[in-house]
C-alpha cells in the first residue's frame, strides 16, 4: 500500500505519517516547508519512519504534481497542504487562492489524468459557514459565549457562505472534492475541522491558538487575548482526528462524496479564560494574561455539530480538553530545545 500526504511536514501532516507509516510500504510527503516549524517535523520524520519518502516541492506546481502521481500509483492520499493563516489570505491572497485553490485542484487532477482511484481526503474548515452574523450568540456565564439557538453546534446543513479569501479558496477545495466524487466517482470524503491542536504544533497568533498559548507559556512570554476571554471554541486532540480519518479511510463507501464536520462538538469546548485557568492549574505558576481589542471577523463562538460523523463512523473524541492539552504541554516541554 502507498499513501501520499501533502503537506505532510505540518502539524496534523505529520501526526498522519506517524499514524499511517506502519500500515503501508511507502508513504511519500509532499511539503515546500514553507510553515515554520516543518523543516523540524521532517527532520522527526525521517529519523523515525524508515519508509518515507520526501519530496520538497509546492503543490501549485503543476508538474511536481504530476511527477508524483506519474512515478507512484496510491491507494490513499491525503491532502493537507495549505495556507492555513486568515491573516495571512487577507495580506497576500493570491498565494493563499494559489496554494488552497489551485493546489487542491492539480491533486484532483494528477490523480484523474493516471487514472488512479485512491481514497482521498481533503482537511477542510469550519470556515466554509462564513461568519454566521444571524447566528444568536448570548453571554451563558461570566467564563462563556454560547449559542442561543443551536446547543449541539452548527451541522452540515447550515448553508456554505465563504468569507475571507482564506474561507473562499479553502471552500473552493472542498466543493471541488465533493464534486470529482460526483463527476468522476472518486472515493473522497472532506472533513470540516475546528480547531485542531496535537504534539508537533508550531503555533502562532494567527493559527494554532492552543499550542501558541502553551508555548508561550513555557517560554515566559506574555499572554495576550484579543477580545474579553469568553469566546468559546470546541477542540479537538490530534490523535482523535487521526483516528477519524483512518475510520472514514476503512468506511470509505459510506462517507464518499461527503462532507462532515469534525472537532471536539459541544462536549469538549473551551473559552480562552477556561484554558488560562486550566494552564494556570498545570504550571502551578500564575499568568501574566493582557487583553487587546477584537481582531476583525473573529467569530465569539465556534462549535461544531459533529452528531453526523459519529453516527455514520461511529466515532467520538475520547480526550477531553484538559487531557488533550495536558499531552501538548508534556510534548512541549520535551521538545523546547526545538521550539524555544
Ligand atoms: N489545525 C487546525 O486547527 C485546522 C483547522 C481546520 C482546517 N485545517 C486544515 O488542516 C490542514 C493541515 O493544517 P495544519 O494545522 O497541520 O497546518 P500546518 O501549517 O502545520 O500544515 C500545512 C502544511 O502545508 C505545507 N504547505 C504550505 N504551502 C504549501 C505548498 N504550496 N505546497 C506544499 N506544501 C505546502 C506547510 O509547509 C505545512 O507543512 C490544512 O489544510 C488546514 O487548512 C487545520
Redesign the pocket.
Known amino acids: 500500500m502507498k499513501i501520499l500526504v501533502?503537506?505532510?511536514?505540518?502539524?496534523?501532516?505529520?501526526n498522519v505519517v506517524k499514524h499511517f507509516a506502519p500500515k503501508c510500504d511507502k508513504i511519500v510527503v509532499?511539503?515546500?516547508?514553507?510553515?515554520k516549524?516543518?523543516e523540524k517535523?521532517i527532520r522527526y520524520q525521517r529519523e523515525n519512519i524508515a519508509n518515507l519518502e520526501f519530496v520538497k516541492?509546492?503543490?501549485?506546481n503543476w508538474e511536481t504534481v504530476r511527477d508524483i502521481f506519474k512515478k507512484d500509483s496510491f491507494d490513499i492520499v491525503f491532502?493537507?497542504?495549505?495556507?492555513?493563516a486568515v491573516t495571512t489570505s487577507v495580506t497576500d491572497p493570491r498565494s493563499d487562492f494559489?496554494?488552497?485553490a489551485l493546489?487542491s485542484f492539480n491533486v484532483l487532477e494528477g490523480v484523474r489524468l493516471t487514472g488512479q482511484k485512491p481514497i482521498m481526503l481533503y482537511?477542510?474548515?469550519?470556515?466554509v459557514y462564513g461568519g454566521m452574523e444571524e447566528v444568536v450568540v448570548e453571554k451563558m456565564d461570566d467564563q462563556h459565549y454560547g449559542y442561543r439557538d443551536f446547543p449541539h453546534g452548527i451541522a452540515e446543513t447550515f448553508p456554505l457562505d465563504f468569507h475571507s479569501p482564506y474561507g473562499c479558496s479553502?471552500g473552493t477545495g472542498d466543493q471541488y472534492f465533493i464534486d470529482y466524487a460526483r463527476i468522476y466517482d472518486f472515493k473522497t470524503v472532506v472533513l470540516?475541522?475546528?480547531?485542531?491542536?496535537g504534539d508537533h504544533?508550531?503555533g502562532n497568533e494567527d493559527?494554532?491558538w492552543v499550542a501558541h498559548f502553551l508555548i508561550s507559556a513555557v517560554k515566559g512570554s506574555p499572554l495576550t487575548i484579543f477580545g474579553d476571554g469568553l469566546q468559546v471554541r470546541d477542540v479537538l486532540y490530534v490523535k482523535d482526528l487521526v483516528r477519524c480519518y483512518d475510520m472514514a479511510i476503512s468506511n470509505i463507501d459510506k462517507v464518499k462524496g461527503k462532507a462532515f464536520n469534525v472537532g471536539g462538538g459541544a462536549d469538549n469546548t473551551l473559552s480562552l479564560l477556561e484554558f488560562i485557568d486550566i494552564l494556570k492549574e498545570m504550571t502551578g505558576e500564575p499568568k501574566t494574561v493582557s487583553f487587546d481589542d477584537w481582531r476583525p471577523g473573529d467569530q465569539k463562538v465556534y462549535i461544531s455539530d459533529i452528531r453526523e460523523v459519529q453516527k455514520v463512523l461511529n466515532w467520538t473524541p475520547e480526550f477531553a480538553p484538559r487531557a488533550g492539552i495536558e499531552e501538548l504541554y508534556k510534548w512541549i516541554k520535551d521538545h523546547k530545545e526545538d521550539i524555544l
Open positions: 501533502t503537506g505532510g511536514a505540518g502539524f496534523i501532516g505529520t509532499l511539503d515546500d516547508l514553507s510553515r516549524g516543518t517535523n516541492g509546492s503543490v501549485t491532502h493537507l497542504a495549505a495556507q492555513v494559489e496554494i488552497n493546489g482537511s477542510s474548515t469550519n470556515k479553502k470540516r475541522q475546528s480547531c485542531i491542536y504544533q508550531f493559527q494554532g
